[in-house]
């Protein structure tokens, strides 16, 4: 397998625990019960400050993160991979000024440094992590603004030297126009952001009460720019 193969798996094992450790609309905890997973301590912690959400689980971009951390850390012997988080960037951007927003962000010398939520490295390339960052993931929860996703896109797209990076987002319901309002918010982003871009990227979008998975990469057209293209075989289920 190859290593952007190994990180796939990676990424569905991990939203399968998410899946299995998850309560639902329950107020119990509900503790990862599936037989063939190492059992998760992970537990989902309750909102109480909101009349309307109050006794419900609080979902956020935290649980996978933590859930895929979790699955590198213990099957060494499956995931060639070391790990860091919460990684610096190797460009520079700045996403304000004056304190006000920019759309789009900007890559300057000017800006200052990001984070990447979790950036893997090849254990064949440990001697020079600078140098041999291998793959970048970001985690978001949430139907989110289109200029949040912007940020990582940006990111994802621009830094690095080269590698396929990861955006791995998570929702917890969706309706008949979730999926839609979601991937115009992707095409927007990816639109928005400088081009050419210097690395690859794949998406995956995750509903979790519908149990539904679902891959995008951003690809090239022509020359004439970026296209937002789903996998001809999704939804998954996982």
């Known amino acids: ?41 992970l537990s989902f912690p309750k909102i109480y400050n909101d ?6 689980p609080r979902v956020s971009e935290q649980e996978i993160r ?12 499956v995931y060639p991979f070391h790990y860091s988080v919460e990684t610096p960037t ?5 996403f304000s000024d004056k304190g006000k927003k920019l759309s789009p962000p900007e890559v300057t010398k000017d800006g200052q440094s990001a ?15 600078k140098v041999n960052k291998k793959y970048y993931i970001e985690f978001k929860g949430a139907n989110v603004l289109k200029e949040e996703i912007t940020k990582d896109f940006l990111k ?6 080269g590698p396929e990076n990861y955006f791995v987002h998570i929702i ?29 990227l794949t ?20 020359g004439k720019g970026p296209i937002l293209c789903l996998d001809k075989n999704a939804p998954f289920s996982l």
Not at 5 to 29: H, N
Not at 51 to 56: A, I, T, W
């Open 156 to 161: 994802l797209l621009h830094d690095g030297n």
């Open 51 to 56: 009349k309307k959400k109050k006794g419900l």
């Open 66 to 77: 933590f859930l895929l951390t979790e699955e590198l850390s213990n099957k060494r012997h």
């Open 90 to 94: 190797q460009l520079a951007y700045k």
């Open 172 to 200: 917890e319901s969706c309706d008949s126009g979730t999926r839609s309002n979601i991937e115009d918010k992707y095409k927007w982003a990816i639109n928005i952001v400088d081009y050419p871009f210097f690395s690859q």
């Open 115 to 129: 984070n990447v939520d979790v950036c893997l490295y090849a254990d064949s390339s440990l001697e020079n992590l």
């Open 1 to 41: 397998m190859s290593n952007n193969q190994i990180i796939e798996d990676l990424i569905k094992k991990a939203l399968t625990k998410l899946q299995a450790v998850y309560p639902g609309d329950s107020q119990k905890d509900k503790p990862c019960q599936t037989k063939d997973l190492d059992i998760s301590p």
């Open 203 to 222: 998406i995956y979008l995750y509903f979790i009460k519908a149990n539904e998975l679902y891959k995008y990469t951003v690809n090239k057209k022509g």
